[in-house]
């Protein structure tokens, strides 16, 4: 088992639309994953049942089968592989109810394929027994905020310390990113042009309401802080601040919107 954790990611891609399955699959193979491909369901049970597949990548709409339907067969199959379910015609809320039944993860099409490659990483980690329980904890979170190299330095301290961090680079870019796959917590920056994070905090907890968000600013008022409180916001920091306060905040908030 620990030669295989050392070696490449498998993962088997099943999707009908051929073309998207060879663009993406020399897409993943060029980061360094292991493909295999399948465009039915029937195809994909006889891979799986082949192969030690790490990460299954399903689309929710295939000609024999229903990818949902097929989730709970692969998993039949082999209970170590991680599912993630690809969907160009779900609704996204339905990721928190597979989540509890076992898909690891569910993303809209079309999807990033860096994001896609980020989640196969973490899903294969899961597949491990030995460290399917750390793999569990592991909080997604998308920091949102204007200043580019605050998002990369940020992301850099928060991965170093065991994070997944997506990073968007304003209020429209996260909620897009939003409606095509699930976080547990949401940093976000207060002002910034466009939305205001006010403004994206409301929607935010309109449409995903167990998606907790914690909001940064270095131009903090008692009434701005109020109110966003009173919208929802788990917590409220100041900038500058150490990253230790942050990661405490972020894995407080991952564990409150847990079921």
Do not use: W
């Not at 491909?37 to 597949?53: V, Y």
């Not at 907790?212 to 409220?236: N, R, S």
């Amino acid at each position: 088992m620990t030669a295989r954790i050392m070696t490449k990611i498998i993962v088997l891609l099943v999707d009908d639309e051929e073309g998207f399955v060879a663009s993406l699959s020399k897409s993943l193979a060029r980061r360094g994953f292991t493909l295999f491909t399948a465009t039915s369901g029937d195809e994909a049970r006889k891979i799986l049942k082949a192969n030690p597949i790490d990460v299954a990548v399903v689309d929710v709409r295939l000609p024999d089968v229903d990818g949902h339907d097929l989730f709970y067969e692969l998993k039949s199959l082999r209970a170590e592989t991680q599912i993630i379910v690809l969907t160009g015609h779900g609704d996204i809320r339905q990721a928190f109810e597979m989540g509890a039944l076992g898909v690891f993860d569910y993303l809209s099409k079309p999807c990033d394929v860096d994001l896609l490659a980020d989640r196969i990483r973490l899903a294969a980690t899961a597949a491990s027994p030995e460290r399917r329980g750390e793999a569990q904890s592991v909080a997604r979170v998308l920091l949102v905020d204007d200043e580019v190299d605050f998002l990369a330095s940020m992301k850099r301290v928060l991965a170093r310390r065991g994070l997944f961090v997506t990073c968007a680079g304003s209020g429209q870019e996260a909620l897009e990113l939003l409606a095509g796959s699930v976080f547990d917590v949401v940093v976000l920056d207060v002002k910034m042009p466009g939305l205001s994070g006010e403004e994206v905090l409301e929607q935010i907890k309109k449409a995903h309401p167990r998606t907790e968000v914690i909001m940064l600013t270095g131009h903090a008022t008692v009434e701005t802080a109020v109110q966003c409180m009173k919208k929802g916001a788990f917590d409220y920091l100041y900038k500058p601040h150490s990253p230790e306060e942050l990661m405490t905040k972020i894995l407080l908030a991952a564990e409150h919107c847990r079921p």
